[in-house]
Nanobody
Framework: QVQLVESGGGLVQPGGSLRLSCAAS????????MGWYRQAPGQPRELVSF???????NYVDSVKGRFTLCRDSAKDTVYLQMNSLEPEDMAVYYC?????????WGKGTLVAVSS
């Protein structure tokens, strides 16, 4: 079993910043990639960013230049630094990991952007 535990969500004003963390634990064998999806009310879940085992990162266009994803391989943890947050960023953010044993999801953490 693999568990993904997210933290760092909350309420922030437009223009503010938050940092999300996702720590993987359990029977971890070969993490191929880790990243974040988000889902706003009434919208499909969308990929925000992911990082591969080789360290390559990808971002959805709407967050490029504002969000930065990095990882601590020793801790099997990824961090999503979110700056210049906009109301459109408000969603539940889900951590995702692709391992040799399959795909895994966290329970989600709410990011609310409002004045």
């Amino acid at each position: 079993q693999v568990q993904l535990v997210e933290s760092g969500g909350g309420l922030v004003q437009p223009g503010g910043s938050l940092r999300l963390s996702c720590a993987a634990s359990g029977s971890i064998i070969n993490i191929y990639s880790m990243g974040w999806y988000r889902q706003a009310p009434g919208q499909p879940r969308e990929l925000v960013s992911f990082i591969t085992s080789g360290g390559n990162t990808n971002y959805v266009d709407s967050v490029k230049g504002r969000f930065t994803l990095c990882r601590d391989s020793a801790k099997d943890t990824v961090y999503l630094q979110m700056n210049s947050l906009e109301p459109e960023d408000m969603a539940v953010y889900y951590c995702n990991a692709e391992l040799r044993t399959g795909y895994y999801w966290g329970k989600g953490t709410l990011v609310a952007v409002s004045s």
